[in-house]
């Protein structure tokens, strides 16, 4: 039996986790087409899983206005609280924990997704130049609106409830989406925000709107069931920053201290090279943070196992690999061979590449057990 760090228990702020092996949050597009809600595939998809230390769930709208892609889920109504409540019961039960990944897309959306077919928002009206699927195929993102500054209380107040309908949900606490050229990412990076006012220009200005949703957040939620997930090097969503490097040690400076459960730093280009500037060393800006860090992008079992056990990550987080391993904890532990992911079914579809992915069988955990 293996002795790495990696296959035991951690404690992130007040979550009691069972290892230090995360399940990603990841967007597969098969909400309730009618209402974004949950269901039965959700429950069962998100319990095979149940063996991960932590899931993060899939990122969910705040509001109709945080919507960027067909069939993603949201927490803004009572039916999707509801059905969330169905998906934390069940993880619950086979001893699994639970966060939920609050998500706004800002410009990365579409008018078609949009209420009344308004533009989306975001902090200047630039494109992202990116593409995003409106349920029958894939389209260019919209030229978004100015999020005016007399908006943002709004915005906090729509952020405050998701918050309040996670708990009614009966999660473990909550990840803020700060990264992948989301809004609040669009906010921080030089590239999509050109704003002259106070949340444009310098670092402090562009990174005011993560940290007023974080101090919303934090009136709802204690700040050990607080995580936050950035992503300052990666160009994700078409949102670069001149400077990633500066950018990087001043939200990671600032976000120290808060006591927060941790850090979620996608480590490098999302789903691409493990690169970031040459000035930059992830373990300063670890101990920067001094909370728990959780590394993801790009790791496999020796990875995972090497950076936990020598300190560079006290928790590490698998995308695709838990999209294919339900099991996937447990074939680390172990040395399993895992499953393939097949890329034609991440987004949109039934139980198809969803829940039907194989499970270690009894004899294959015999023979490398
Ligand atoms: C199908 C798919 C959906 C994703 N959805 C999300 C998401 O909802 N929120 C998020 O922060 N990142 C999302 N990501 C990024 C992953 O969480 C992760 O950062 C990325 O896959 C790199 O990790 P990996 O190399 O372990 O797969 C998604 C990635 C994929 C492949």
Redesign the pocket.
């Known amino acids: 039996m293996t002795k790495h760090a990696l296959f035991t228990p951690f404690t992130a702020g007040k979550l009691e986790l069972a290892n230090r092996i995360v399940m990603?949050?990841?967007?597969?597009n098969r909400a309730r087409a009618e209402d974004d809600t949950p269901y039965d595939i959700h429950v069962e998809y998100y319990t095979q899983r149940a063996g991960a230390g932590l899931i993060i769930t899939?990122?969910t709208q705040i509001t109709p206005e945080g919507k960027g892609y067909a069939w993603t889920p949201g927490i803004h109504s009572q039916a999707q609280v509801e059905g969330w409540k169905r998906v934390t019961d069940s993880v619950h039960a086979a001893g699994g924990t639970i966060v939920m990944?609050l998500w706004h897309v800002g410009r990365v959306s579409h008018t078609s997704l949009q209420e009344d077919g308004k533009a989306p928002v975001a902090p200047s009206a630039i494109a992202a130049g990116v593409q995003t699927f409106d349920g029958s195929g894939m389209v260019d993102t919209s030229v978004p609106r100015v999020l005016e500054i007399d908006e943002i209380p709004r915005l906090l107040e729509e952020f405050r409830h998701a918050a309040e309908n996670a708990k009614a949900a009966g999660f473990d606490g909550v990840e803020l989406?700060a990264?992948?050229g989301y809004l609040l990412d669009q906010f921080m990076k030089d590239g999509p925000n050109k704003r002259d006012d106070a949340y444009g220009g310098s670092y402090e200005n562009r990174s005011k709107l993560t940290f007023e949703v974080l101090d919303t957040i934090l009136g709802v939620w204690e700040p050990g069931r607080v995580g936050i997930?950035i992503s300052p090097f990666s160009g994700a969503n078409g949102a670069t920053d001149s400077d990633p490097a500066k950018l990087a040690e001043h939200v990671i400076g600032s976000l120290a201290g808060y006591g927060l459960a941790y850090l979620h730093m996608?480590e490098g280009q999302?789903?691409g090279p493990r690169a970031w500037p040459n000035e930059t060393n992830l373990d300063d800006l670890k101990k920067t943070f001094g909370g728990a860090w959780m590394g993801?992008?790009?790791?496999d079992r020796d990875l995972a196992i090497r950076n936990v056990d020598e300190g560079h990550a006290d928790l590490i987080?698998?995308?695709?690999?838990y999209?294919a391993n339900p099991d996937l904890a447990q074939r680390l532990k172990i040395d399993a061979p895992l499953n393939k992911a097949d890329p034609s079914t991440?987004?949109g579809g039934g139980v198809e590449g969803y829940t039907d992915y194989p499970f270690l069988s009894e004899d294959e955990t015999r023979k490398v057990g």
């Open positions: 990603a949050p990841l967007t597969r899939e990122a990944q989406h990264a992948n997930r996608i999302t789903g993801n992008n790009g790791y987080a698998f995308g695709v690999p999209i991440f987004y």
